[in-house]
Nanobody, 125 residues
C-alpha cells in the first residue's frame, strides 16, 4: 500500500551534518506516523526517532537526543532526519518506516508496517 525510499546517505566527517529524506507513496502519508531506525553490521536494528501524525510530536533515542531532528512535509509526502554533530558510532544503514497507527509513537521494529530499503551513513575521519 505504501513505498518508502530513503536518500541522502553518504560519508561525513565526525562533527559534521547530514540530512536524510524518506519519500513515501500514496495519499495516506498524512495519516502515518513515521520513524527512523538504524542497523550496524552484526547488530540489531535500533530505534532512532519518530514523529506522530496527529500533533507532530517527536521522540528520540537517548543516543541521538539533542543531535538529531525528525520532521515531515506532508505536501511532499516526505519525512526527514537531520543529523548534526555526527559521531563514528552513528555509522549504520538508516531505514525509514511507516506506522499506520498514526496517533502513537512507536519505538519497536514490529510496530511498523512499511520499510524503506535503507541508506548508508558512514562517519569517519
Amino acid at each position: 500500500q505504501v513505498q518508502l525510499v530513503e536518500s541522502g546517505g553518504g560519508l561525513v566527517l565526525p562533527g559534521g551534518s547530514l540530512r536524510l529524506s524518506c519519500a513515501a507513496s500514496g495519499r495516506t502519508f498524512a495519516s502515518y506516523a513515521m520513524g527512523w531506525f538504524r542497523q550496524a553490521p552484526g547488530k540489531e536494528r535500533e530505534f532512532v526517532a519518530a514523529i506522530r501524525w496527529g500533533d507532530g510530536s517527536t521522540y528520540y533515542a537517548d543516543s541521538v537526543k539533542g543531535r538529531f531532528a525528525i520532521s515531515r512535509d506532508n505536501a511532499k509526502n516526505t519525512a526527514y532526519l537531520q543529523m548534526n554533530s555526527l559521531k563514528p558510532e552513528d555509522t549504520a544503514v538508516y531505514y525509514c518506516a511507516a506506522d499506520t497507527r498514526g496517533w502513537r509513537i512507536a519505538t519497536r521494529v514490529y510496530e511498523y508496517d512499511y520499510w524503506g530499503q535503507g541508506t548508508q551513513v558512514t562517519v569517519s575521519s
